[in-house]
T-cell receptor
Framework: AQSVTQPDIHITVSEGASLELRCNYS??????LFWYVQSPGQGLQLLLK??????LVQGIKGFEAEFKRSQSSFNLRKPSVHWSDAAEYFC??????????????FGTGTRLTIIP | DADVTQTPRNRITKTGKRIMLECSQT?????MYWYRQDPGLGLRLIYY???????NKGEISDGYSVSRQAQAKFSLSLESAIPNQTALYFC????????????????FGSGTRLTVV
């Protein structure tokens, strides 16, 4: 079965600084990978996704993520964070090939705090 | 209106009571899911349904049941609520994967915060 590890429970970053959130996955085949963001009191919103092809994917709100098969990683990055980026971030992997992006398995999340 | 609507938004119930959480969607998606979120545990899958006649257990289905009344409606029931079912519950939908890159991931509702006392 697939699994996702987000090793950082909580990260604090200064506004304007760069950000990298780590995600490692375990899956035998080529995974479908996702990053979601959850603002306080809200549901989860899709930031970006990777299925195949270019290993650097661009998402909404200025985020990007890089798929590294050799490291089983899909880290999320942003060059300069804004106070509004404070939220919880979830990495997820989808079963393939039979289900595609269905039946996602989520990591435990990383809470991001932004300080002035 | 939201694409995926969950009702109620908040609920406090007593141990042993039966409670139903409802989810409806206007996305036209055939796949629907129920997850629960607990601090430090992320989201865990309770049940999922790939169409009206196809319902499957997730990793933590014990103590829960579901009903897919129509393509657009997917309800989660706690037959006899217990305190460790206190959590934030999310409904999500997705469209059938039509090939690499054509899936869009999940669309989530805003969640139902359930407290069992």
């Amino acid at each position: 079965a697939q699994s996702v590890t987000q090793p950082d429970i909580h990260i604090t970053v200064s506004e304007g600084a760069s950000l990298e959130l780590r995600c490692n996955y375990s899956y035998g085949a080529t995974p479908y990978l996702f990053w979601y963001v959850q603002s306080p009191g809200q549901g989860l919103q899709l930031l970006l996704k990777y299925f195949s092809g270019d290993t650097l994917v661009q998402g909404i709100k200025g985020f990007e993520a890089e798929f590294k098969r050799s490291q089983s990683s899909f880290n999320l990055r942003k060059p300069s964070v804004h106070w509004s980026d404070a939220a919880e971030y979830f990495c997820a992997v989808g079963e393939t090939p039979n289900f595609g992006n269905e039946k996602l398995t989520f990591g435990t999340g990383t809470r991001l705090t932004i300080i002035p | 209106d939201a694409d995926v609507t969950q009702t109620p938004r908040n609920r406090i119930t007593k141990t042993g009571k039966r409670i139903m959480l409802e989810c409806s969607q206007t996305k036209g998606h055939d796949r629907m899911y129920w997850y629960r979120q607990d601090p430090g545990l992320g989201l865990r899958l309770i049940y999922y349904s790939f169409d009206v006649k196809d319902i499957n257990k997730g990793e933590i289905s014990d103590g829960y049941s579901v009903s897919r009344q129509a393509q657009a409606k997917f309800s989660l029931s706690l037959e006899s609520a217990i305190p460790n079912q206190t959590a934030l519950y999310f409904c999500a939908t997705s469209v059938r994967d039509l090939g690499p890159g054509r899936g869009a991931g999940y669309t989530f509702g805003s969640g139902t915060r359930l407290t069992v006392v």
